[in-house]
């Protein structure tokens, strides 16, 4: 089943409410519509288990872990082309190279923050862009560190984000009618 609209008609924490509140798993696409595209990647993924937040990528190639990893110089293209040979398909290719020690938690836990968080958190800012949510799709295992977080969090973190930024233009706009009486 799949469930589609505009972030005009939906937000995005009443999205993640959706699949939080109904535990949902699969995968949430969003498509930046080109005007409100900024510096963004054209499509996001973010996939869900059972209402929590599990990996995200802006590709389906299944090599978004492994280049952030490669970015991050925690390991080489050579050694984790030979680790991900020895990984187990259905286990997060995360905890599989901790496991062999390729990573350690601390770069783990930073992965997760960097792959999920920050995206999550820069989507955000848009005002307008496609969603759909087709469950029950499978997860890719080669995109998860392992670890995840309820959508509950998210939906936090983007009312607080979305708090701040009224604060900021509030106070900006204050700065302006003060200047402007003086």
């Known amino acids: 089943m799949s469930t589609t609209g505009s972030l005009t008609d939906f937000s995005l924490t009443e999205i993640f409410q959706f ?9 949430l696409t969003i ?10 990647s054209p499509v996001h993924y973010i996939w869900v288990y059972k209402g929590c937040i599990v990996a995200a990528a802006n590709r389906l190639d299944q090599q978004g872990l492994i280049s952030l990893i490669e970015q991050h110089q925690w390991a080489s ?12 398909i259905d286990k997060p290719l995360g905890l599989s190279l901790r496991n062999q020690g390729a990573l350690q938690s601390e770069q783990l836990k930073q992965l997760f923050y960097i792959q999920v968080l920050q ?3 820069a989507l955000c800012q848009l005002k307008d862009a496609q969603f759909q949510f087709d ?19 998210l939906r936090m ?3 607080a984000v979305n708090q701040v930024q009224k604060l900021v233009d ?10 402007s009486s003086r």
């Open 19 to 27: 699949i939080e509140k109904g535990r949902r798993t699969g995968l």
């Open 31 to 40: 498509r930046v519509l080109p005007e409100s595209q900024a510096t963004l």
């Open 157 to 159: 973190m983007i009312e």
């Open 135 to 153: 469950q029950n799709l499978p997860i890719p295992a080669r995109e998860m560190t392992g670890l995840s977080v309820p959508a509950v969090v």
């Open 77 to 88: 293209n050579h050694l984790l082309t030979t680790l991900d040979k020895f990984c187990p």
């Open 170 to 179: 509030n106070s900006s706009l204050n700065r302006r009618l003060c200047t």
């Open 119 to 121: 995206r999550v958190c």
